[in-house]
């Protein structure tokens, strides 16, 4: 049986606690909020909910959950530790150099940073990899992997057998891949609402019914390829690429968060969506994302490429040592 340390409980933390446990394997919890216990908790719920409704074959049998009042104990005997606690460098740089001094010398050590490098993680000391996962953790299967090529290759190894999809960068760079790209939308979208064009709930709808849509099984480049017909993707780039320059874009320039435009932002997305608790919100996003990669699945295309990979792993023999 293998064993992993979470160390953060909240949306992410518990987000992993819930993946690897449904994967077969123990997990050892540490978080010293009071509240962890019941955030946990009700991830979990979600996540036994809805993961096994994306496979045909069964599931390996739940592990064991612990929790645990101090750090060192936690991640003593794991083979994989996961840091995700807040988003400040001096808060990791503690965090994981606890978690060094005590965990096995061959565990594989992951933070779940949207930002932060290696290079940074591990400055004081670390020796940590970049593990970074979207949520729902124990849905969506791309986890970003960057760091030391034996430790992201094992890493790797261990993500494919718990049904996950690990992307490893050629190099490092702040924020990663996937943030980069959603940091561009979301601050054309900021500007959106700001500037009076759109309201939270219009620029929602203009994702996701229509290239959001299309990016959950080809992507972008694939993408814009079919748009340029049968000519091909330099036919595309010939036709729009000149739009690039047009002075259209606030991509270099971000709105100031002033109190109006937080208050502004935080009405439309009340208006919106405030008729539904986050956890009736998180329960609606599982079952359309179980709907949308089971579909996936008939075709091998994306994210039910990996779930039925994974399927074959579990039929013949199951998840990895």
């Known amino acids: 049986m293998s064993r992993a340390a979470i160390v953060g409980g909240g949306v992410i933390g ?20 009071p509240e962890a216990g019941r955030k946990v908790t009700e991830v979990l719920d979600n996540a036994r909910r809805s993961l096994p409704a994306l496979y045909d074959t069964d ?17 003593a005997g794991a083979d994989w530790v996961q840091e995700s606690v807040p988003e400040r460098l001096d ?29 940074e993680l591990n400055s004081q000391g670390a020796r940590a990899i970049v593990a970074h996962p979207f949520n729902p953790v124990y849905l969506l299967p791309l986890v970003e992997l960057v760091g030391a090529p034996d430790s992201t290759a094992r890493a790797a190894d261990i993500l494919r057998a718990i049904g996950m999809y690990p992307l490893t960068l050629r190099r490092e760079i702040a924020a990663h891949i996937a943030d980069r790209l959603l940091e561009a ?11 009076g064009i759109a309201t939270t709930e219009e620029i929602d709808e203009a994702i996701r019914m229509g290239f959001g849509l299309r990016w959950a099984q ?22 729009f690429g000149p739009a690039l320059s047009w002075p259209w874009t606030k991509l270099m320039d971000v709105p100031a968060f002033t109190d109006e435009l937080v208050d502004l ?54 998840p990895a040592d």
């Open 14 to 33: 518990g987000g992993w606690a819930a993946r690897f446990l449904l994967a077969g394997w123990d997990v050892a919890l540490f978080d010293p909020d």
């Open 91 to 119: 808060l990791k740089h503690r965090v994981l150099g606890t978690i060094c001094d005590h965990a096995p010398a061959d565990a594989v050590i992951g933070s779940s940073t949207s930002g932060f490098k290696p290079s």
């Open 218 to 239: 080809m992507g972008l480049f694939e993408t814009y390829r079919i748009a340029g017909g049968e000519a091909g993707m330099k036919h595309f780039m010939a036709q």
């Open 59 to 75: 599931l390996p049998g739940e592990g064991r959950l612990d929790w645990h009042d101090d750090l060192a104990s936690a991640v």
């Open 185 to 195: 939308v979301w601050r054309e979208s900021l500007w959106l609402v700001k500037d």
């Open 265 to 318: 932002i935080a009405g439309q997305s009340d208006a919106q969506s405030g008729h539904m608790s986050v956890r009736e919100l998180e329960r609606l996003r599982d079952d359309n994302l179980v709907g949308i990669m089971r579909v996936l699945k008939t075709t091998q295309t994306g994210a039910g490429g990996v779930i039925v990979a994974h399927e074959d792993m579990l039929r013949h023999g199951g």
